[in-house]
């Protein structure tokens, strides 16, 4: 069974920063891309990051480049998301997932993200 325990998250102002884990289990994690979402009250889920399965390649949505970034630890089966310049448009709950943007599986309850002065 897929698993992931996400956490990292919590209540930061303006300009903050946050680190996300993402700890995996359940798969033979460094065979799969790894993405990170995010999903804002009463809205979809967000594509934000996603990196290969070696942690070279990574790719990121318009609205985080520059502010964000994902890594990951093959051997703790474990991605990162480490946010910086947090806005308050930021806010939503985080999520990864394995796979990309238009197939993915999620099995965690997520980490909320709360950007407030």
């Known amino acids: 069974e897929v698993q992931f325990v996400e956490s990292g998250g919590g209540l930061v102002q303006p300009g903050g920063s946050l680190r996300l884990s993402c700890a995996a289990s359940g798969f033979i994690f460094s065979n799969y891309y790894m993405s990170w979402f995010r999903q804002a009250p009463g809205k979809g889920p967000e594509w934000v990051s996603g990196?290969?399965?070696?942690?070279?390649?990574?790719r990121y949505a318009d609205s985080v480049k520059g502010r964000f970034t994902i890594s990951r630890d093959n051997r703790k089966n474990t991605v990162y998301l480490q946010m910086n310049s947090l806005k308050p448009e930021d806010t939503a709950l985080y999520f990864c997932?394995?796979?990309?943007?238009?197939?993915?599986?999620?099995g965690g309850q997520g980490t909320q993200v709360i950007v407030s002065s």
């Open positions: 997932a394995r796979g990309d943007s238009s197939d993915y599986t999620r």
């Open positions: 990196i290969n399965t070696g942690g070279i390649y990574t």
